[in-house]
């Protein structure tokens, strides 16, 4: 029997794309493009762990030439704390998909 | 496709105002990412899941809900009152009746909102205004219906000159009900939640005895004996209850202020509360009786029912011609029935103000003036008011 998340997979796999870089700052499309959610799914969960203190968030300090600044995001102490021990206690099948970026569809039709 | 994805973007820019201050910077940053999505579909579902964002948030923006639901109204209320002929008098006063009543409710919330705020938080004034909102509307769209065959040939006695003039002050009495709504339920407001309580509840309970008492504005006549002895000890009783009724919520909201409010500001609220008691017991007693007279043409029953109980009776306003089958009301809706409820409308919230002032002002152990002052036959005893003469 496995220990049950308080994350979804979704969330999980959020958080496995912000762990393997845990002192990069990482800006949305960056963790959409490797976790394969979509904008309305990806930023509420941005959105509900900053709110939670797990995530800090910023935009970019200088305009760069060609595109807008981008909003920033990076786990904290905490959050790096609460992630690191969410993926450890779920299967290594979810932890891989979650670091395989898979979307959630995908994931379904490879658990079934 | 990139009309379509500016036209996204600017929805998404748009829609940040419906989220509150701290989140908007969120839907800037997905439309900040979106210049990093490849353009086409992409992009343009990008965009979408932010919209998707603000949905949640525009479904909690309860001021959004307010306005789609008075928009509808008005849309079918200015739909229903629009059809007929356009050479037709009676068409033209209602589409001017609908056009006006919608200015007037949509704007006057910003000009009372300067004066007293914007609507108080609690459930009951929102619930308040709402329904003020919808009988204010419902009488509109009654009274178009009415007028269609009231203001038509050959029934427009009074010419089409009475019937703007009769229009312009049931315009102008709408302005004063929509404000009293307005001011008494808004944050700022003067009123006691409880007094408006108090007065509102009365009034709507008196708007249905009077309902009750005459549907269709005028009083009943009965062929048996006994029917008509009950019905005039109904009246009678009835018209105790709706003087009396005003005077006791003026002293039940009085005695409400007495807890919180300062001595001087008792008669204030037993004012309001008259206000309020006689403003819904006018706008029950409209919309339902024209409501009930808009439906006479197309109700047979109804209308072997009206022929039977309504006629024989001459108002000071009018003479009331007994007239079968569609046209009975409406010939007296033309003149004594408009006119019949512009007094109503008019007068019951002047009354009801009067009348709950003074029941404000004499509540027993008020600083302002006392019940001895108000009725000086009758002393206090810390047991309760009693005539002066049993203590002789």
Sequence with gaps: MTARSEFSKQTLSVLAALCAQPTAWQHGYAIARDTGLKSGTLYPILIRLADRGLMEARWEDEQPAGRPRRHLYRLTADGLASATAALAEVTPEVKAQARAGLTPRRRLSTQG | ?392
């Design chain 2, 1 to 392: 496709m990139d009309e379509l994805t500016r036209a996204m973007a600017a929805a998404l820019r748009r829609s940040a105002a419906l989220m509150p201050a701290g989140r908007r910077e969120w839907i800037e940053a997905v439309l900040a990412e979106a210049a990093e999505t490849p353009a086409g579909w992409q992009r343009l579902s990008w965009l979408g899941g932010g919209l998707r964002l603000t949905l949640p948030q525009a479904a909690r923006a309860r001021g959004l809900w307010y306005a789609l639901a008075f928009a509808t109204a008005a849309t079918g209320i200015a739909w229903s009152a629009w059809s007929g002929p356009p050479g037709d008098s009676a068409i033209e006063v209602n589409r001017i009746d609908v056009i006006v009543i919608t200015v007037i409710l949509a704007g006057l919330p910003w000009v009372i909102r300067r004066a007293c705020g914007p609507v108080a938080s609690a459930r009951l004034p929102r619930l308040m205004r709402t329904a003020g909102y919808v009988a204010v509307l419902a009488l509109v769209l009654a009274k178009s219906a009415v007028e269609r065959v009231a203001d038509a040939p050959p029934n427009n006695r009074g010419g089409s000159a009475v019937a703007w003039a009769g229009e312009a002050a049931f315009l102008a009495v709408m302005v004063g009900y929509a404000a009293v709504i307005l001011a008494c339920t808004a944050r700022r407001s003067p009123a006691l939640p409880a007094a408006t309580a108090i007065g509102t509840v009365t009034g709507i309970a008196l708007g249905v005895m009077v309902y009750l008492l005459g549907p269709l504005g005028f009083p009943l006549r009965f062929t048996d004996p006994w029917p008509a002895h009950l019905y005039d000890a109904a009246l009678a009783l009835g018209a105790v209850v709706a003087l009396c009724a005003p005077v006791a919520a003026g002293l039940a909201a009085a005695r409400q202020a007495a807890r919180t409010r300062p001595a001087g500001s008792r008669a204030g609220q037993g004012a309001i509360a008259g206000l309020c008691s006689g403003t819904a017991a006018a706008l029950v007693v409209a919309v339902l009786s024209t409501a009930t007279i808009a439906i006479l043409p197309y109700d047979t029953g109804l209308q072997h029912w009206a022929t039977g109980h309504v006629g024989q009776w001459t108002p000071a306003i009018g003479e009331v011609t007994p007239v079968l089958r569609s046209r009975v009301g409406y010939v007296a809706g033309n003149s004594a029935f408009a006119a019949g409820y512009l007094i109503v409308l008019l007068i019951s919230p002047l009354a009801g103000c009067a009348f709950g002032a003074w029941g404000g002002y004499g509540r027993p152990g008020s600083r302002g003036l006392r019940m001895t002052k108000a009725w000086p036959w009758i002393r206090r005893s810390p047991i309760g008011a009693r005539p002066a003469s049993q203590d002789q």
